[in-house]
């Protein structure tokens, strides 16, 4: 369903790819970003971009935020000239980025006493689900909030799942990265000892995608050339998902769990090695470029 006035805020890897396909089910779309490159990539991808986000949110019926950390997030819509300031409280807001819960309910709070609805609506899927229009939505908010949403989440994903009231969606996300980043470091793990061992890398993919150690790091995102085409280990470990951003979301489990009084010891561990990657190389690869690092120093 469209015919609504987007406000896109955060057009890097995964926003600007959602904001096309919003604008592709009819909406109109006004996307804003801080950054000169996303700017400019937005720009020659068809889209319009607004000089500052005030102006982008100033008509919308709906804002839609995708920003790499949760004091973006913040900034965005309390700041000076942010969202609460410059949006008309009739107007959805939607956050899409992955942050740490407290600041997600910070922000509802703050959205809430301005009089809009709110839905925190972190997402899994990566860069190519964010162009297929197939991305997982958690969403953490009220029900009236979710079904205002639902028509825009649906033009960028296929699951909506709503996961309890403001930041749930958060703790959701939080809790599926931990699994992520624990089960990257043992596909990578296993593909290195295969390797060793004299297993071929596609021997290992046909047999592991069909048995019990299957999964999506492993089927829809393998860290070595070859069997997933579409995998960034076919392109250099261009990002998709950037090392950085993996280890981000680690932290934020293990605040989580440092605040919940939980020990979560593999996660810890995948934290410390994404920590010593990212020293190491940067970054800005991506998550699945922890083979390389592995590889030199295991
Ligand atoms: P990215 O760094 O490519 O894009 C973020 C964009 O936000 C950048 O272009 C940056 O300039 C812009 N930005 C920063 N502050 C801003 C502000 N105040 N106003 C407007 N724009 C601002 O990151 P990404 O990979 O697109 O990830 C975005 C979010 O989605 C992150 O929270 C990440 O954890 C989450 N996520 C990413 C993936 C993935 O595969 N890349 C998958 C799931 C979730």
């Not at 609460?84 to 997600?104: E, G, K, R």
């Not at 997982?136 to 296929?158: C, K, S």
């Not at 290195?192 to 021997?203: C, H, N, V, W």
Request: glycine residues 12%.
């Amino acid at each position: 369903m469209g015919g609504s006035r987007i406000a896109f805020l955060g057009l890097g890897n995964m926003g600007l790819p959602m904001a096309r396909n919003l604008v592709a089910a009819e909406n109109s779309v006004v996307g804003y970003d801080v950054g000169e490159a996303a700017q400019a990539a937005a720009v020659a991808a068809g889209l319009e971009v607004a000089a500052t986000a005030a102006e982008a949110v100033a008509k919308a019926d709906a804002v839609v935020t995708m920003l790499p950390a949760g004091d973006a997030v913040s900034q965005a819509y309390c700041g000076e000239g942010g969202v609460l300031a410059s949006a008309s409280p009739a107007a959805l807001l939607i956050d899409s980025s992955t942050i740490d819960v407290a600041t997600s309910r910070q922000v509802h709070a703050a959205a809430a006493a301005a009089g809009f609805a709110m839905v925190d609506a972190p997402v899994s899927g990566g860069v190519a689900a964010a162009a297929a229009g197939t991305l997982t939505f958690m969403v953490g908010g009220e029900t009236a909030a979710l079904q205002r949403a639902e028509p825009l989440l649906h033009a960028m994903g296929m699951t909506v799942v709503h996961a309890g009231p403001a930041g749930n969606g958060q703790a959701a996300k939080i809790c599926n990265n931990l699994m992520l980043g624990i089960q990257m470091v043992s596909v990578c793990e296993a593909f290195l000892l295969a390797r060793r061992l004299g297993l071929e890398d596609q021997a290992l993919f046909d047999i592991a995608s069909k048995a019990s150690g299957q999964c999506w790091s492993l089927t829809s995102y393998c860290p070595v050339p070859g069997p997933v085409p579409g995998s960034p280990a076919n392109r250099d470990y261009r990002p998709g998902f950037a090392a950085a951003m993996m280890l981000k979301d680690l932290r934020l489990s293990q605040g989580a769990a440092a605040e919940a009084g939980l020990a979560t010891p593999l996660g810890a561990h995948a934290a410390a090695l994404y920590e010593a990657y990212c020293t190491a190389d940067g970054g800005a690869a991506d998550f699945s470029g922890i083979i390389r690092w592995l590889d030199r120093n295991t």
